[in-house]
Every structure is written in C-alpha cells, then in structure tokens.
C-alpha cells in the first residue's frame, strides 16, 4: 500500500537517491548531480513538496514544485518535478504523486504547471498526459549533455479551478 506525505528534510537522503537515479538515465534532467539539501531546499517551493512511502514506510518517488519567476505576476505559475526509485517504477506512483501534486498546488494557488520534459523520456510525457497537461511546444537544443545539444518538451497544465476569474 503506498501513502503520500509532505516531504520533510529527513527524507532527503531517500529523496536525493530517488534523483541520483533519475539523473543517471540520462533523459530525467540537465543536472549531473544532486545538491545538498540547503540547495535542495532553496530551490523549490516549501508547499507542493510530497514523498509517496511504500509499505515498509520507505520513500519510494518524490514530487516537488519550483517558482518560475520571482515576478509577482507569475506567481501562481510553478515548475514540478516527479521522480520515481528504480524498483518501484510502472506501479502507479508516479500517477499517484502527480495527482496530489496538482491537488496541493491549486490549494496553494497555484494556476499553472509545467514541466520540460527530454522527448526520449516518453514514460514521463505521457504520464503528464494523462494527469491532464498538454504539450505546448518544445525547446529546441536548449541546453548542452555531455557534449549534445537536448530538446525538451514543454507541457502545461491550467487548472480549472484556480485562477479563473
């Protein structure tokens, strides 16, 4: 049975293992390494960050959500990310945390998510698929791996509760 909590610093450990595991695909994000938690932490909103545990109350995936601008006027805009341990992949978690995640950001008023996705990343695409974003359009070669210039796919989901007056 897995459950789904509020992420708190002590998780970091299984939360920055969850990462190093996404990194080291090659498809998951530019970052070549995990940061320290104060990074970490920095880095992403204090609302909208979740763990989903699995019977043995071990952090298996991780969602959290990053401002897209310090602009007032794009504030209840956010980047998300959603990753996943290795041995717990194409269960329904990564459906799991998405779904919450949407459900936390519009009570913190959050309208809009998006996400940049690598195209070859598909397992990813069409989660958000199904979690009701669409694909917006893609950056083309906007950063460099390794030597290789990346696209990523661009995806957007609006809320329909949050923001609409």
Not at 15 to 25: A, D, N
Not at 101 to 115: D, F, G, P, V, Y
Not at 152 to 160: A, I, K, N, P, Y
Request: aromatic content about 8%; charged content about 20%; hydrophobic content about 40%.
């Amino acid at each position: 049975m897995i459950s789904i909590r509020p992420l708190i610093a002590e998780d970091y450990p299984s939360v920055k293992l969850i990462y190093e595991q996404g990194i080291s695909t090659g498809n998951a994000t530019f970052e070549t390494q995990a940061p320290p938690w104060e990074t970490w932490d920095k880095n992403h909103l204090t609302k909208g960050r979740i763990v989903s545990l699995n019977e043995n109350n071990e952090v298996v995936g991780w969602a959290a959500l990053t401002a897209v601008s310090g602009r007032c006027v794009y504030s209840g805009v956010a980047e998300l990310s959603v990753y996943i341990h290795v041995n717990a992949r194409k269960q329904g978690i990564g459906k799991m945390l998405l779904t919450e995640l949407i459900l936390e950001s519009e009570r913190q008023n959050i309208w809009t998510l998006q996400a940049g996705i690598f195209p070859e990343n598909i397992a990813s695409i069409e989660l958000h698929k199904h979690c009701g974003f669409r694909q917006i359009g893609y950056h083309e070669k906007i950063g460099k791996m390794k030597g290789v210039w990346r696209d990523t796919v661009l995806m957007e989901r609006r809320s329909t509760l949050v923001g609409i007056n």
